[in-house]
């Protein structure tokens, strides 16, 4: 299903460029600016099966990118200078924002280095169980497990399930069906028992991911130090913070902010929520995270930033620089805002 959707969005993708029907749509769609979700920057690593590699871009496609917005002489600026120009309706030029989420250690090695050729700011999300090396990055341990597998059997809806890993398609049907099974366990008590249930069965250690893949809080130290890094909260467990009870989120949100801010000796004003689609944060978690204090949270939902976006500073929207979709060609796609508009039914805020 999954591997049908993408090539949907590719043709989708792709009908738009050489239909030119971008240009077209560019001024009603592109608003007034972007903001662009990205997680791993990092050169491509081997292997078929790569179940998460929508989670990474190599750095020439971030270069492509960020030479494609000088060329359009549209601003980078920080989120907040985003917040700033939504306050203040400030729309006389179009601005972009790059935005990583969780902290992980390639911003820092790739990501960086690209941002500096253009004197262009980013903004990292970091979750502080990852950066305290204790938390669990789930999606990566499953990739882990099916990797050494032939098959899995697991208890989906109670019912035990075997699943055909023997090549890497079957791993990656493997991979899709128990990452949509996981995300609608009730609990992420639950989700953790499944996941360190599986690592134990295929001989996985899930203890030291976080610390492989993320920076530390010394690493995050001298990342933050320099002036085109912004660091966000992302909060304390990656939890899906819609099935969690008001009082759990509203604790994850204040106390990660609250963690960073003693660990890094700055202000933490910005936000992402974890998965943040429709299904990880709504109305509740909007106004919880203007509760604890933030200036701005995004979320993943798809979109462009209108002038009306000013009513939704804690649900503003995305623009994901997606690592199965690396091609030049729908760069000026991506910034007409043609191709979020489309998916959105084109509609302009998706807060509700």
């Given at each position: 299903m999954k591997?049908?959707?993408?090539?949907?969005?590719?043709?989708?993708?792709?009908?738009?460029?050489?239909s030119g029907a971008h240009y077209l749509l560019r001024p009603i769609f592109a608003g007034v600016g972007v903001i662009f979700m990205l997680h791993h920057v990092r050169p491509r690593r081997d292997g078929e099966f790569q179940p998460n590699h929508h989670l990474e871009v190599e750095p020439e496609f971030l270069r492509a990118m960020l030479a494609h917005l000088r060329n359009l002489d549209v601003d980078i600026v920080t989120m907040d200078e985003v917040h700033q120009r939504l306050q203040a309706r400030k729309f006389a030029r179009r601005f972009a924002c790059f935005t990583l989420d969780d902290g992980y250690r390639d911003n820092r090695d790739f990501?960086?280095?690209?941002?500096?050729?253009?004197?262009?700011?980013?903004?990292?999300?970091?979750?502080?169980?990852?950066?305290?090396?204790?938390?669990?990055?789930?999606?990566?341990?499953?990739?882990?497990?099916?990797?050494?597998?032939?098959?899995?059997?697991?208890p989906i809806g109670g019912v035990k399930t075997r699943l055909d890993a023997s090549t890497p398609a079957a791993k990656q049907a493997a991979f899709d069906r128990m990452h949509d099974w996981l995300r609608t366990l009730p609990t992420e008590h639950d989700m953790q028992r499944e996941i360190s249930a599986l690592c134990t069965r295929y001989d996985v250690d899930?203890?030291?991911?976080?610390?492989?893949?993320?920076?530390?809080?010394?690493?995050?130290?001298?990342?933050?130090?320099d002036p085109l890094v912004t660091i966000g909260a992302h909060t304390i467990t990656h939890c899906n913070l819609a099935r969690q009870s008001e009082e759990t989120a509203s604790f994850e949100l204040a106390t990660s902010r609250a963690r960073i801010e003693a660990a890094l000796q700055r202000p933490v004003?910005?936000?992402?929520?974890?998965?943040?689609?429709?299904?990880?944060?709504?109305?509740?978690?909007?106004?919880?995270?203007?509760a604890a204090g933030f200036k701005t949270a995004?979320?993943?939902?798809?979109?462009m930033i209108f002038p009306e976006s000013a009513e939704h500073m804690t649900a503003l929207q995305r623009v994901s620089l997606n690592g199965n979709y690396q091609d030049a060609r729908i760069l000026p796609v991506l910034t007409s805002g043609a191709a979020t508009a489309m998916w959105n039914g084109f509609r302009r805020i998706d807060a509700a």
């Open positions: 591997l049908l959707r993408n090539t949907v969005i590719r043709a989708g993708l792709e009908a738009l460029y050489f990501a960086l280095p690209v941002m500096r050729e253009f004197d262009a700011p980013l903004t990292v999300y970091v979750t502080s169980d990852f950066a305290e090396g204790t938390g669990r990055l789930w999606w990566v341990a499953l990739e882990k497990a099916i990797t050494k597998a032939s098959s899995i059997e697991v899930e203890a030291p991911i976080a610390r492989e893949l993320c920076m530390s809080w010394e690493e995050l130290k001298a990342f933050a130090d004003l910005h936000l992402a929520y974890p998965y943040g689609d429709r299904i990880a944060a709504g109305q509740r978690e909007f106004r919880l995270a203007k995004v979320t993943t939902r798809p979109g």
